[in-house]
């Protein structure tokens, strides 16, 4: 069973920083990609970012440009979402989830997802 531990979210002021953490585990297959997506009341899923589990290659939704960096801790088998220059349209919920390939994390389709941290930004 996957299961996902997820922390970082909270109440920033525009402008401010936040990192996102995620712990995957219980998946078998090495190709998998972990990444991020957000969802906001009332609109659609949106992809943030994601990495795969044995390349170094990120892949990022065009809309962050640049704010949001993602990286791996391998030795803590942890992923992060470094964010950066946070605005208030940046407030959502924050999932980490997992991807087949780039092609669903593009198309919101991951196979697994945690249970969101929140993050507000606002002054």
């Known amino acids: 069973q996957v299961q996902f531990v997820e922390s970082g979210g909270g109440l920033v002021q525009p402008g401010g920083s936040l990192r996102l953490s995620c712990a995957a585990s219980?998946?078998?297959?090495?190709?998998?990609?972990i990444g991020w997506f957000r969802q906001a009341p009332g609109k659609e899923r949106e992809p943030m970012a994601c990495?795969?589990?044995?390349?170094?290659?990120?892949y990022y939704a065009d809309s962050l440009k640049g704010r949001f960096t993602i990286s791996r801790d391998d030795a803590k088998n942890t992923h992060y979402l470094q964010m950066n220059g946070l605005k208030p349209e940046d407030t959502a919920m924050y999932y980490c989830?997992?991807?087949?390939?780039?092609?669903?994390?593009?198309?919101?389709?991951?196979?697994?997802w945690g249970q969101g941290t929140q993050v507000t930004v606002s002054s």
């Open positions: 989830a997992l991807y087949a390939t780039t092609y669903t994390f593009y198309t919101n389709d991951p196979d697994h």
């Open positions: 219980g998946f078998k297959f090495r190709y998998y990609y």
């Open positions: 990495l795969g589990l044995t390349e170094s290659t990120p």
